[in-house]
Nanobody, 117 residues
Framework: QVQLVESGGGLVQAGGSLRLSCAAS????????MDWYRQAPGKQRELVAT???????NYADYLKGRFTISRDNAKNTVYLQMNSLSPEDTAVYFC???????????WGQGTQVTVSS
């Protein structure tokens, strides 16, 4: 069974930066696509960024280059570097794993990011 644990959230002022981490248990991390999602109060969960098992990245258009997703397969960890944060980035951020071969997916419990103006 895979478990995902996010960390790195918190309170930051507008214009600041945060780095989120998502650590995965198990042995399938290197063979899985990893996604970051976010959900703001009263809104639907939305995709932020993805990184495939081979390292290809994709980002939501609205980010305008402010966020960077990366992974460290040796540490079974995916990261989300968030720069130039604005209050509109306030949300709970979740990571998701989609295993390449089986397409089984797993979610973390989320980490709160709050950006003050």
């Amino acid at each position: 069974q895979v478990q995902l644990v996010e960390s790195g959230g918190g309170l930051v002022q507008a214009g600041g930066s945060l780095r989120l981490s998502c650590a995965a248990s198990g042995s399938v991390f290197s063979s899985a696509r990893m996604d970051w999602y976010r959900q703001a109060p009263g809104k639907q969960r939305e995709l932020v960024a993805t990184i495939t098992s081979s390292g290809t990245t994709n980002y939501a258009d609205y980010l305008k280059g402010r966020f960077t997703i990366s992974r460290d397969n040796a540490k079974n960890t995916v990261y989300l570097q968030m720069n130039s944060l604005s209050p509109e980035d306030t949300a709970v951020y979740f990571c998701r794993m989609v295993v390449d071969m089986t397409l089984r997916n797993y979610w973390g419990q989320g980490t709160q990011v709050t950006v003050s103006s």
